[in-house]
């Protein structure tokens, strides 16, 4: 007898069991079971970006004290001077090389962060562990943090150690992209095993860490302001500082509101446009993309603080987009792929900012004097495709499979004739025999 018709009859047997104990034994229902909130990581994502956030506007104040003051020499008066025509060519001349040496500062980092990503997720999988790469970034940035307490220490190190010397510590614990990964494999995994809904839950996380951002950016500046702390926003507090003339303090203000606003947004897109409403995924990153470009435009036209401080309720859901990708990515993978995938989907960011960063910072090192708002519109060009893959995803889901495909699929296992197969064994027998025979007659 073949091995496909062994492997026919027992699938056969195995079907025509599975039928037999599902018509004598029918199972019960399982009462459907609506799970409460608990807490599951947000207070460790909240604490880690209230770290983050602390240092972004008083670590670049850092960098560009640097630059003026040592680099190019200035006295220290003018470059903490904040007004006068003196301190706005310092400034732009500070603002030069403090981009031109992020071209190859986010490149070298990024570069490393995306190749600890694409080992250290396959990792997790192999070893069902998801905390070590929790910890991982969490200690690049403690031993970046100390890095910089002992520059200010012992002061004297030029833009181009600065920047290394925090830059180096942070991509090789992962970067951010490490940490998002890690905390988002472990979610999955709690919603593939309780049931939970990945959207609301992964989106429940976004809204802590903006919460986080919230906190981050209000007491930071303050922080620098009364206590001289040092920890990092790149070319958005350099637009704002040339372009509105704000300060530390009116930049990590309006982070503070501009980040209430996507929380409130965040709240709406959970509550309004999935739960009440019920849209896909993909239609509100299409809505999200639009707000995004709507508000990126409007900052470009802005020339007054106030209408800078009306854009954030244009772009109030222009993080739906971040909300909803990892949920569509994680209904479509199984559970023991998910640091594998999302370690992936970290390294492909970091792959990008390898790219994408050097050159933001190259061309507004190229156009902060003549263009300040050129730096934006790559963002509005990345955006508009990015609402075209939405486009594209919810086109090919709504497209139903054939049905005569489905039929051919369907077709059922042939029953096979016990006898007829045993008098084949014995003919098959009865032949070798007869030729062993003849072969050798003693």
Not at 33 to 43: A, D, G, N, V, Y
Not at 304 to 318: D, E, K
Not at 337 to 357: M, N, W
Request: aromatic share 8%.
């Amino acid at each position: 007898m073949t091995e496909s018709s062994l492997d026919l009859q027992e699938l056969e047997k195995l079907r025509s069991t599975n039928f037999n104990s599902e018509a004598t034994c029918p199972k019960e229902e399982v009462p459907k079971t609506t799970h409460k909130w608990r807490i599951i990581l947000e207070p460790a994502l909240v604490g880690a970006m209230i770290a983050i956030n602390l240092g972004q506007t008083s670590l670049q104040n850092f960098y560009l004290r640097t630059a003026c003051s040592v680099d190019l020499g200035y006295p220290i008066e003018i470059c903490e001077k904040g007004v006068g025509e003196e301190f706005r060519s310092a400034e732009a001349e500070s603002q030069v090389v403090v981009s031109g040496i992020n071209v190859s500062r986010s490149f070298v980092g990024l570069l490393i962060s995306t190749i600890v990503l694409l080992f250290v997720g396959p990792w997790s999988d192999c070893s069902g562990r998801r905390k070590p790469l929790l910890v991982l970034p969490l200690l690049g940035m403690c031993v970046m943090t100390t890095g910089v307490i002992l520059m200010l220490t012992f002061p004297g190190a030029n833009t181009t150690q600065v920047l290394y010397a925090v830059q180096i510590p942070i991509s090789l614990g992962g970067n951010f992209g490490l940490l998002l990964a890690a905390s988002f494999s472990h979610i999955g995994d709690l919603c593939h095993a309780s049931g939970r809904d990945v959207t609301r839950t992964m989106g429940t996380h976004r809204a802590a860490i903006q919460i986080a951002h919230v906190v981050g950016s209000v007491s930071g500046p303050q922080l620098y302001r009364h206590l001289g702390f040092y920890a990092e926003v790149l070319l958005a507090y350099m637009y704002y500082r040339y372009k509105f003339h704000w300060d530390d303090v009116m930049f990590g203000s309006f982070l503070a509101y501009r980040n209430t606003i996507s929380f409130i947004g965040t709240l709406l897109i959970l509550n309004v446009l999935k739960r009440r409403l019920r849209l896909s995924d993909e239609m509100v990153g299409i809505l999200s993309c639009v707000s995004y470009m709507l508000a990126t435009c409007s900052l470009i036209a802005a020339t007054t603080t106030l209408f800078v401080f009306l854009i954030p309720g244009i772009g109030i859901i222009s993080q739906g987009s971040q909300v909803v990708q990892r949920p569509l990515l994680n209904k479509q993978i199984l559970p023991t792929e998910q640091g594998k995938i999302y370690g992936i989907l970290g390294a492909l960011e970091s792959a990008t900012q390898t790219l994408s960063s050097p050159l933001y910072s190259l061309l507004y090192a190229r156009t902060v004097s003549t263009l300040s708002d050129a730096w934006l519109i790559p963002g509005i060009i990345l955006a508009l495709l990015q609402l075209f893959s939405y486009l594209i995803t919810r086109r090919l889901q709504n497209i139903q499979p054939d049905s005569s495909i489905q039929q051919e699929k369907n077709i059922p296992l042939t029953v096979i004739d016990k006898s007829t197969e045993d008098t084949k064994d014995k003919d098959l027998i009865h032949k070798e025999a007869s030729s062993a025979h003849s072969k050798n007659p003693l």
